[in-house]
Every structure is written in C-alpha cells, then in structure tokens.
C-alpha cells in the first residue's frame, strides 16, 4: 500500500484536482479540490480548495470546505471557510475563522428520537 500515498514536497506548487489518493500529505502549497481517505496539510504548507475525506490532519494553512468523518487541527492550523465533521479534536493554538458544522446521521438521531418514546409507552407492564 506504499504506493497509494502521495506526497506534494516542501515549495512545490500544485494546481488542478486529487483524487484517488488513498492518502496525501501536502507540504508544498495547494490550490486543488482533494478526494481521499486521508489528508495530511504539514506545517509549512497552505492549501485552498475543497476536502473530502475520513480523516484530515491539519497543521498548516488551510481555506476551503472540509468534509470529513474526523478532523484533526494542530496548534499551528489556521483555517478559513468550512469544516463538516464527525468528530474534531483541535490543538490548544489552532486558529480559526471558519463555519463549524456537525454532520451527525440524521436517521439514526430521529430512530433513536421514535424508538425512546415507544419504549416508554410499551413499558407499562403489570
């Protein structure tokens, strides 16, 4: 699985659009809409574009609308624009100035939501 990470280096300049990627790791600087499993953005890099992806680990500058199941901003993040998550842990230093949107399963929410009030009407048992 060696093969499936991409790597953009330190000073290199990317525009265009990633996917496929099983796993990236930006350290350059980044104007691309990325679909894949894992982003990494390093401390030095900055990226501008969208993300789609289960887990993003950000330490550099990021401006764009993140989709994510997990989000991970470092102390050294600054972010603008949008992050869609499922869970997020952030780095006592992170900065950001972005719409923070938790995306919990609506279905699941509104089940649970039916199922608790049909077990407390079916509950009374003599």
């Given at each position: 699985m060696a093969d499936s990470q991409s790597i953009i280096g330190r000073g290199a300049i990317f525009k265009g659009k990633i996917s496929n990627a099983s796993t990236i790791e930006i350290n350059g600087r980044v104007e691309a809409d990325i679909k894949s499993e894992k982003v990494t953005v390093g401390k030095n890099a900055n990226l501008e574009g969208s993300i789609a992806s289960e887990l993003v680990v950000i330490s550099g500058n990021y401006q764009g609308k993140i989709k994510a199941?997990?989000?991970?901003?470092?102390?050294?993040s600054v972010i603008t624009g949008e992050i869609n998550y499922k869970s997020l842990q952030m780095d006592r230093g992170?900065?950001?100035n972005c719409k923070i949107i938790h995306n919990w399963d609506e279905k699941k929410?509104?089940?649970k939501k039916n199922i608790n009030s049909?077990?407390?009407s079916g509950e009374e048992k003599k």
């Open positions: 199941d997990s989000v991970w901003l470092t102390d050294t992170a900065a950001l929410f509104k089940n049909d077990s407390e």
